[in-house]
């Protein structure tokens, strides 16, 4: 069974760097063929998709936010990370990681979330 942890910092100054990371366990990251992601829901809005990382390192983001999002992985650590450049209150969220088999339809394992604030 797959778990994933979220972990960062509660609050965050605009223009600045938020940094998400997703502890796995119960599974490799390198696994086939896993597609880890992040998504997040802003207050009193629905869950909106940021991006993923596959088993293989591959990466890909939506292309409509403004956040400019980057994702990575530690191997080592079985972890992966999301990275957005300069905030804005707009970024107010709470964040998810969550993964995906490519066998199944839909996202099967989540992470608790964590909120995220972006204020100054």
């Known amino acids: 069974q797959v778990q994933l942890q979220e972990s960062g910092p509660g609050l965050e100054k605009p223009s600045q760097t938020l940094s998400l990371t997703c502890t796995v366990s119960?599974?490799?990251?390198?696994?086939?063929?896993?597609?880890w992601s992040w998504i997040r829901q802003p207050p009193g809005k629905g869950l909106e998709w940021i991006g993923y990382?596959?088993?293989?390192?591959?990466?890909y983001y939506n292309p409509s936010l403004e956040s400019h999002p980057s994702i990575s992985r530690d191997t080592s650590k079985n972890q992966f990370t999301l990275q957005l450049n300069s905030v804005t209150p707009e970024d107010t969220a709470v964040y998810y990681c969550?993964?995906?088999?490519?066998?199944?339809?839909?996202?099967?394992?989540w992470g608790p979330g964590t909120q995220v604030t972006v204020s100054s």
């Open positions: 990382i596959t088993y293989s390192g591959v990466t």
């Open positions: 969550a993964a995906r088999h490519s066998s199944q339809e839909s996202y099967g394992y």
């Open positions: 119960g599974d490799s990251i390198t696994t086939k063929f896993y597609y």
